[in-house]
């Protein structure tokens, strides 16, 4: 069983900045296009921001310029950087993301499926 385990989430201050990390379970998969989302309290989730896998992104307009999309790929981890945090960007956080066995730049890849991550909670409070 192969799944998304995501980190970085935590309480910071307004202003303040956190990294997110997204990663296969196991090592022998990779990641393709993937998207951050985000759900706060009586709020439908959003897209927060997408990458392909050939690397461009996508932001949402509430954190363009503050968020930062990118890829490891020898580390096989998609990272989101948040930057000048606030209050509002307060929600727990879910990547989301097409799963290959293998390498994802290699001929023999081949599609597994369409995973979610379990979530990490991101609070921006004084």
């Known amino acids: 069983q192969v799944q998304l385990v995501e980190s970085g989430g935590g309480l910071v201050q307004p202003g303040g900045s956190l990294r997110l990390s997204c990663a296969a379970s196991r090592s022998t998969f990779s990641i393709g296009a993937m998207g951050w989302y985000r759900q706060a309290p009586g709020k439908e989730r959003e897209l927060v921001a997408s990458i392909a896998s050939g690397g461009s992104t996508n932001y949402a307009d509430s954190v363009k310029g503050r968020f930062t999309i990118s890829r490891d790929h020898a580390k096989n981890t998609i990272y989101l950087q948040m930057n000048s945090l606030k209050p509002e960007d307060t929600a727990v956080y879910y990547c989301?993301?097409?799963?290959?066995?293998?390498?994802?730049?290699?001929?023999?890849?081949?599609?597994?499926?369409?995973?979610w991550g379990q979530g990490t909670q991101v609070t921006v409070s004084s």
């Open positions: 989301n993301g097409d799963l290959y066995n293998g390498d994802l730049y290699s001929s023999s890849r081949y599609y597994y499926g369409n995973y």
